[in-house]
């Protein structure tokens, strides 16, 4: 049986996956194209970012799983550490491209705009593959750990805790506040054309088809 926090972090992981990845192309097919992207669906994607993993999905590993996983071999609490670590460094890193994404977006037009863009983009990209990274670590070796020594009082726990505060781009129901940003967020996605595995791990979400196309 799959615990009820093990789907929500896995769902979380192919959400944040595929935004990662769908920023990535954004990114890439407008600098084939010469043109400027919009930057307030980015600025919008960020947020998403900041509000949802950061906030939200990488606390919760740090403070409620990790910390049963600790103390039952040096190998384990090394990756423990690195990961902790990871979500750390996590805040200051979208601090660095939100600035960065301003950046672009202010000097754009100006002699400075492709040194702005390059900027952006190289941080986007360090950001990305250090997160894509992160996860594929959490999957490969701390989850299956869980899985094999956690007890039942354990799995209460974290279920408990795992069922509150989820990211509504994962599938579950968002408040009505960040509907308009998540329409935001999957519109932009939907007119890039190259992001169908994006909006194949987002089709799951509370917006409704009709939500989407009326924006
Ligand atoms: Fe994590
Ligand atoms: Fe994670």
């Known amino acids: 049986m799959t615990h009820p926090s093990l789907a929500i972090i896995r769902r979380e992981h192919r959400a944040l996956s595929a935004m990662l990845r769908s920023i990535s192309l954004l990114l890439a097919g407008h600098r084939r194209r010469n043109t400027l992207p919009d930057f307030d669906a980015l600025q919008a994607m960020l947020f998403y970012a900041d509000e949802f993993p950061e906030k939200l999905h990488h606390p919760k590993e740090s403070r409620l799983l990790f910390p ?49 863009r390059d900027k952006f ?5 360090r950001y990305a593959d250090f997160y894509l990274e ?37 599938g579950y129901g968002a408040d009505e506040a960040y509907r308009p940003l998540f329409r935001k967020i999957v519109g932009e996605l939907q007119k890039s054309g190259s992001v169908g595995s994006a ?5 799951g979400t509370s917006l409704s088809m009709g939500d989407r196309e009326t924006q």
């Open 134 to 170: 992160h996860m594929r670590i959490e999957e490969a070796e701390i989850l299956p750990l869980a899985e094999a020594v956690l007890c039942d009082d354990d799995w209460a726990q974290l279920d408990a805790a795992f069922l509150t505060n989820r990211d509504p781009l994962a």
């Open 199 to 203: 909006l194949e791990a987002f089709s």
């Open 68 to 116: 049963k996983l600790r103390g039952r071999n040096a190998q384990t609490d090394a990756v423990l550490d690195r990961l902790d670590a990871d979500h750390a460094r996590g805040e200051h890193a979208i601090r660095e491209l939100e600035h960065a994404l301003l950046g672009f977006r202010m000097m754009s037009g100006t002699d400075q705009g492709e040194a702005r």
């Open 121 to 125: 983009e190289n941080l986007m990209k």
